[in-house]
């Protein structure tokens, strides 16, 4: 941000974490109704905020230490300081040493992230437990009373658009490290089973968007020399940030719109766009393209809800790139049972078959294509290694991971027969959960994937009353139905005749 604004200095993460929570309570906080819903959902958005910062410094760190000497000499002359770019993080200056200290070693930086790390998913893991408890609660929920931002509509107009430039600017001049770039530099390999290794190592999803680089959007994950790339690889993180971009404007646009078209009140949507990019969430994972760009799918899915063709159109992109939307499918297919079923259908299977088609004819033989065909769908047996995360520090085995993903797969298929009746509230609070839900046994650092469910939620929370949103009301019938209503008279008028 420095080479576009003069002396700008970048927010610490944490501080902007105390920033944007005072923020959020004095412009959602509804202080005449202390005990309402809506505070308790920012309390336990903001509280989200804790456990992401410690998963993020302490990944940091261990990133970090790889580049510290192993031992260092106590009060040795000749060993040269730690270069002043590396900073290390807020929460761990407690364990580095002082002045009269030697710096700290590569083991004791790596101790203090992973600390650090695992203090962070077990915080992430007991929030998002409640959050998903009160997203399945939400159908139950009748009276919708409307609680407005306190903050007009062209206030939080600007502060989104602000919001927007920022996050996006430190988008476009954030430098990937070596580890920012494994992805792109696994997809280089070309036999099959080096293609199946990375596929399993990053898991379930289109080869293409998992491999993808990530763009660091802070200082600290951006330190020492540039990162020497390759042509190839240069273009690539050209590319990544400008889908990037486009994902993040895709799911601002979707949010906004969805209160516009569907909530009338475009205030409610702006607010919720507002309420996403004020997130600690949004500063740190803006360049992430397999945060944002699922997001970005499943938010117009629910704007063309009323279009099931188009609908599942979106579907069947966010399925085929990330896999986890595939256990949506009993939840949606419920919805559109009584009138649109088989549109909805159509459009999913046939952006599965586009995406089928688009890795045929990108893989070099068969056998990465069927690797990378069984990665879309996850038709793999759930690894037991190499995981990254919560089941990386605690419970690590299958024998715990796996009642988990067999208890997951039967509330997604339940979703199928409850509740009986859905509307559109019901799409996007169990959408939203569902995906929170998938988390808790993803093999790669469940629970930090926000994007993935929080501005359904945020849509959630501002949502009105949305109990005549029902499929035979909202959707029309279909032109094979419309043409057999039509000449129905026809015949009757030939008979009269």
Request: glycine share 6%.
């Amino acid at each position: 941000m420095r080479e576009i604004l003069f002396q700008y200095e970048s927010v610490n993460p944490t501080t902007w974490a105390y920033l944007s929570s005072l923020l959020v309570i004095g412009l959602y906080f509804k202080f005449n109704r202390v005990w309402s819903v809506r505070n308790l959902d920012i309390l336990l958005i903001i509280g989200l905020s804790p456990g992401l910062l410690m998963v993020y410094f302490g990944q940091q760190s261990i990133n970090i230490a790889p580049s510290l000497p192993l031992i260092v000499a106590e009060a040795d002359p000749l060993v040269p300081e730690l270069e002043p770019a590396v900073q290390f993080p807020d929460q761990a200056a407690a364990a580095l040493p002082t002045e009269e200290k030697p710096p700290p070693t590569r083991q004791e930086l790596l101790q203090v992230g992973k600390t650090l790390e695992k203090a962070g998913y077990i915080w992430l893991f007991c929030l998002s437990a409640l959050i998903v408890i009160r997203l399945f609660l939400d159908p139950t929920m009748v009276r919708r009373p409307m609680l407005e931002p306190n903050l007009t509509i062209g206030g939080m107009t600007f502060i989104t658009c602000a919001l927007f430039i920022f996050l996006m600017t430190n988008v476009i001049v954030g430098r990937p490290s070596d580890a920012d770039l494994r992805g792109v530099r696994e997809a280089s390999k070309s036999s099959p089973e080096e293609v199946e290794e990375s596929l399993r190592h990053f898991g379930p999803g289109y080869r293409m968007l998992l491999l993808v680089p990530r763009i660091p959007t802070y200082q600290l994950a951006q330190q020492g020399e540039p990162t020497d790339l390759a042509t190839t690889e240069h273009i690539t993180v050209i590319v990544t940030k400008t889908m990037a971009i486009l994902a993040n404007l895709a799911l601002i646009a979707g949010i906004i719109l969805v209160g516009y078209r569907h909530f009338d009140n475009v205030k409610m949507g702006v607010g919720a766009a507002m309420f996403y990019f004020l997130l600690p969430y949004s500063a740190v994972y803006t360049g992430r393209i397999d945060h944002v760009m699922p997001a970005a799918l499943l938010v117009w899915a629910i704007f063309f809800y009323r279009t099931p063709l188009v609908s599942g159109i979106f579907m069947g992109f966010a399925i085929g790139t990330l896999y986890y939307p595939l256990f949506l499918l009993p939840l949606w297919f419920s919805y559109y049972w009584e009138r649109g079923r088989g549109r909805f259908l159509i459009g999913v299977v046939a952006t599965l078959a586009l995406l089928a088609l688009s890795l045929a004819l990108t893989s070099s033989d068969f056998e990465t294509f069927l690797n990378q065909f069984r990665a879309m769908f996850g038709l793999w047996l759930p690894r037991d290694e190499g995981y990254t995360g919560f089941w990386n520090y605690y419970f690590n085995s299958n024998a715990y991971r796996i009642p988990v993903l067999a208890g997951f797969g039967v509330v997604s298929i339940a979703f199928a027969i409850w509740p009986a009746q859905k509307n559109l509230g019901t799409l996007l609070s169990c959408t939203a959960a569902l995906m929170l839900a998938a988390q808790f046994w993803h093999a790669n650092d469940g629970t930090t994937y926000i994007a993935w469910y929080m501005p359904l939620m945020l849509l959630t929370i501002f949502r009105p009353n949305l109990e005549d949103r029902v499929a035979l009301r909202v959707i029309g019938e279909g032109w094979l139905k419309r043409s057999r209503s039509g000449s129905k008279p026809s015949d009757e008028e030939k008979q009269a005749a």
